[in-house]
């Protein structure tokens, strides 16, 4: 069964560390963001073609401003791109690009600055007043918040 042998190119493959990679980003998607069937912003996915690591830009429309991270952000290994959407803000403070861990909790600033502790369970936001989605989970479609 040739079919089942793995090549040297193939190990090579499954060598690869996503922390030690020298990243080759190339554009994979995007998630819109919607507000009353309208879109006010979206993020822009990146894929390594080596490592397959995931990295991302939030894009506000009206927001001409240049992000203060240069290059891909980075993320850890146990975190996972995320949007907070919070009921209590409206249009471009409404939503927020962030990682997110599986458990425990986040800081979240307010428009008002106030910086709120907001809990984490199963990579989701358990809060009556916010709520969370998993970029994973939406790339190439629009999410209305």
């Known amino acids: 069964m040739q079919g089942l042998n793995i090549t040297k190119i193939e190990e090579k493959i499954v060598e690869i560390n996503s ?29 390594c073609g080596v490592c397959k690591k995931k990295f991302c830009e939030e894009k506000q429309l009206g927001i001409e401003s240049i992000t203060d991270i240069v290059g891909m952000p980075k993320i850890e290994p146990d975190e996972k791109w995320c949007i907070i959407v919070s009921k209590f803000q ?17 800081n ?36 209305e918040i």
């Open 19 to 47: 922390e030690t990679c020298k990243h080759q980003p190339v554009y994979f998607g995007a998630v819109n963001i919607n507000l009353n069937e309208k879109t006010i912003g979206s993020i822009d996915v990146w894929r």
């Open 90 to 106: 409206t249009g471009k403070d409404k939503w927020k690009l962030t990682k997110i861990k599986e458990s425990g909790s986040i």
């Open 108 to 143: 979240f600033e307010t428009v008002d600055e106030k910086i709120i502790e907001l809990k984490i369970k199963n990579f989701k936001i358990e809060d009556d007043h916010h709520w969370s989605f998993l970029i994973d989970d939406h790339i190439g479609r629009a999410v």
